[in-house]
Structure formats: structure tokens, C-alpha cells
């Protein structure tokens, strides 16, 4: 999300005058909005000498059932509270709900900033 920076106008309704331009730390991306497919990544530059890998598509999830973790592959987004119409599209975002091979299971990583999805088994 961009940040928009402080209001133009004062409590009065006169104008503000900008004391800076826009800084390199305000800079906002677009969401990755991560689908379910055949495994696409990109490396994106993050602040100070950080890398960020974003999942733009992925079929591969680590799932953990308690005790043991195992990969299972993704075939479906069943639920996405963050957005009704990710379901239809689907769009994997931290929160969702996938059908995968071991069994439905809710996402807890962040795929478009981690590029991998982890998730735990729904009973």
C-alpha cells in the first residue's frame, strides 16, 4: 500500500504547502496477488541489502499436521477472508484456505513476501 503522505489542506479548509518531495521510504508495490500454478518466482529489492523472493504462482505447499510437516501440492483456494473474489481467482494471501493433496489447511505464511506458503491441517 502506497502511503499518501500528510493531508493537502489545513482543519480550516486553506491549503498546506509541501516542506519535502516524496521520499524513496514511502515508495508502495502493487500486491503480488500469488495464484495457484506451475511454480513462478521473482526477486524483488528490499531496504538496505535485503532481497525479497515473491511467489507470483506456486502448486507447492509445506503443511504441517502437528507434529510432522510434509509438502503437498495445492489444487484449489477454497476460502480468502482478505477478499471474496480471490477465491474465484485463486489467489493465495496469509489466512486462506487451500485444498491440498493432505487435506484442507489455512495458510500462514506470506507468499507474495516469504515466495513460499506454509500452512496448517484443518481438522
Known sequence: MQDQGRSTRKRTGGRLKSFNNRRKHQL????????????RFRTIDARGNGEKTRALATNVASVSTGEETVTAEITDVVENDANPNYVRRNIITKGAVIDTSEGQARVTSRPGQVGQVNAVLLE
Open 28 to 39: 508502495g508495490r502493487h500486491p503480488t496477488e500469488t495464484q495457484v500454478g506451475e511454480s
